[in-house]
Structure formats: C-alpha cells, structure tokens
C-alpha cells in the first residue's frame, strides 16, 4: 500500500507537533498526536488494486456507498439521458478514485460552489465539483464526477485534456471524503444498486448493451 502526496501537508505537521509534545515529557498528549497523524495518513491510502475483468466492463471509480441509480442530463458528455450511478464516500473509505475505463480524455472542468452534505439529491449541482470525461475506443464517453461535501477539502484531478489513461489508473483524490458520480451511456447494464459497497478499480458497476457488444 502507499499514500497519495496529498497526505504530507496534513500528516508532517501532526507528527512534528507529537515530536515536540514528546520532548516536554507529555508523552499521552504526543501518542494521541502520533495516532492523529497515522489516521489522516489512513484517509489517503492507495491500495493494491488489479482487475481482470473484460474490456467491455465498467469499473468503480470510487470506494463506498452507492445511495442512487437513476438517469440525468450531462451535455458534456453527451447529448440526451445517461446512467447515473452515485457512490458515497465516507471518512473511513478509500479517498483516490480510479478511471474506470480505459480511453483519451476529451473534457475537464471544474466547477466551484457550496459544500452541502454529499448524500444530497442535488448536491452534484450546488457543490464544488470536477468532471471528467472518457472516451473510450468505441468512440462512447463515460463522465466520472468527483464532488465535494461537508467536510471535504478540496479535489485534486490528475487527468488532463488528450490524456491517454487505463482502467484502474489513479485519477485523483477528494480530501476527506464525498461522492463520485458515474455517467454512462443509456443503454449500459448496471450491474449494482442501491446499498452495495463498491470498490474502485475493482467492483463491476456496469458493462456495454449486448447489442454493443456484439
């Protein structure tokens, strides 16, 4: 396992101040600061992930909570209705996200806002958010939307515009929690539903029609 670079800005300070409490001899006051510093260092773990699933498949981009399966708008990534799936990222999840396809990237934007609570109906709406778009080799986009929520930070995109990227690859972080929307095609089956727990990079959340397929 490793620990995205995000984590230092948190961590280092946290320890320094353990080291410093240590050496005045508070040593219960430096062990609460140590384990601090080693549970923020825990919201920014990488885990191992390696999937062998078909190409047709659509992977988790995130760990957590899906909470929704519906259908919305996203000109940004195509014209008419797409899948919407909505995952919910608690405190004790994994906070990277994964591409779930791979493919070029055709569009990024960030869009700033509010910091509502994530489970929200409309929270990808009024919330700081940032959109990602996949195209995939069959000329097909799938969007992966990272948003901020009440106690988030900030969202760190590793992705940029014509950049190629492979399923499962790190596209970037929410600090401290949130959710991550997946937009899919209409015609895609979804293969979870409300209540899963889903691990980015390795949990199938959808795969092409059959008719794509064939």
């Given amino acids: 396992m490793t620990f995205a670079r995000e984590a ?4 280092l300070p946290v320890w320094i101040g353990a080291a410093l409490v240590a050496l005045l001899d508070l040593l219960p ?9 080693f549970l923020l260092l825990l919201f920014f773990r990488i885990p191992k992930r390696h999937s062998d699933a078909a190409t047709e498949i659509i992977l988790s981009a995130a ?13 940004r990534v195509q014209e008419g209705e797409l899948l919407r799936v909505v995952t919910f990222l608690s405190v004790f999840d994994v906070h990277v996200q994964r591409a779930p396809v791979s493919g070029r990237v055709v569009h990024v934007s960030t869009q700033s ?14 919330n700081e958010s940032r959109l990602t778009v996949i195209e995939r080799e069959t000329g097909e986009r799938i969007g992966v939307r990272q948003i ?4 988030a930070r900030r969202i760190v995109g ?3 515009e014509g950049q190629e990227v492979e399923r499962g690859q790190i596209m970037g972080l929410i600090k401290f929690g949130s959710r991550v929307d997946l937009l899919l095609p209409p015609d895609y089956e979804i293969r979870v539903r409300r209540g899963d ?6 949990t199938e959340m959808a795969a092409e ?6």
């Fill in 8 to 11: 230092w800005p948190f961590v």
């Fill in 29 to 37: 006051w430096a062990l609460a600061l140590a384990v601090l510093g």
């Fill in 63 to 75: 760990d957590g909570l899906v909470t929704q399966v519906d259908r919305t708008t996203e000109q």
């Fill in 113 to 126: 806002g509010r910091k509502v609570a994530a489970f929200r109906k409309h929270a990808d709406q009024v």
């Fill in 148 to 151: 901020a929520g009440l106690v």
């Fill in 158 to 160: 590793h992705l940029e």
């Fill in 197 to 202: 727990r889903v691990r980015g990079g390795l």
């Fill in 209 to 214: 029609s059959k008719g794509d397929a064939e």
